[in-house]
């Protein structure tokens, strides 16, 4: 069986702070992992992939992910926020088959 | 290069009634995925296509819902009869096919179908 959880589904930090949204997950095979966006009124984007090349992973925008096998975990990241960051993000994963499975949304919002 | 459309954006019906939702994918995409989001909850997988072939329906609620791709491009999927609990958010996505040389497919996500069950 395969989970996803993703702590907190509401996230603020001001402008400038560090991001940091949680996802654990649960795989019986070695897991794909992937972070998508979800804009306003638009389609879920795909920010970084971890694919077991590298542990650490970088996307798009600034942000980065890494993947920890012994906490089963794969946080996603950003050094400095910014207004345009607010979205909901989603981390899921591909175990064995072509399906994702997502946590259940963590909403960023930024403020001044 | 287009991405993945859904139509309509939104739908608002009644119980009861049917509604035929659309997905066009990337051109030259072979999978076709549809999933859902009911509100406050995770998106989930209902079916996979490859070309014109289900893959996977793992995910369908019930038999209430039929999805169809017919010649391989573009699919529908239909809700008959509506009820209530199929309100939500409706994602279609599509990947390539072929060997996952780094593994991990990437799939591309279309804007969703909104709908609303009165």
């Known amino acids: 069986a395969q989970s996803v959880t993703q702590l907190g589904s509401h996230v603020s930090v001001s402008e400038g702070a560090l991001v940091l949204l949680r996802c654990n997950y649960s795989s019986s095979v070695p897991p794909y992992l992937f972070w998508y966006v979800q804009y306003p009124n638009q389609g879920l984007q795909l920010l970084l992939k971890?694919?077991?090349?590298?542990?650490l992973v970088k996307g798009i925008n600034g942000f980065e992910a890494e993947f920890k096998k012994s906490e089963t975990s794969f946080h996603l990241t950003k050094p400095s926020a910014h207004m345009s960051d607010a979205a909901e993000y989603f981390c899921?994963?591909?175990?064995?088959?072509?399906?994702?499975?997502f946590g259940t949304g963590t909403q960023l919002k930024v403020e001044l | 290069e287009a991405g993945v459309t859904q139509f309509p954006s939104h739908s608002v019906i009644e119980k009861g009634q049917t509604v035929t939702l659309r997905c066009d994918p990337i051109?030259?995409?072979?999978?076709l995925y549809w999933y859902r989001r009911v509100m406050g909850k995770e998106i989930k997988f209902l079916l996979h296509f490859v070309k014109e072939s289900k893959q996977d329906e793992s995910g369908m609620p019930n038999n209430r819902f039929l999805a169809e791709r017919t010649g391989g491009t573009y699919s529908t999927l239909k809700v008959q009869p509506a009820e209530l609990e199929d309100s939500g958010v409706y994602f279609c996505?599509?990947?390539?096919?072929?060997?996952?040389?780094?593994?991990?497919?990437?799939?591309?996500f279309g804007p969703g179908t909104r709908l609303l069950v009165l």
């Open positions: 971890y694919t077991s090349a590298a542990t």
């Open positions: 899921s994963l591909r175990g064995g088959g072509n399906k994702l499975t």
């Open positions: 996505a599509s990947s390539q096919e072929g060997p996952d040389l780094a593994g991990g497919e990437t799939q591309y």
């Open positions: 051109s030259g995409h072979d999978n």
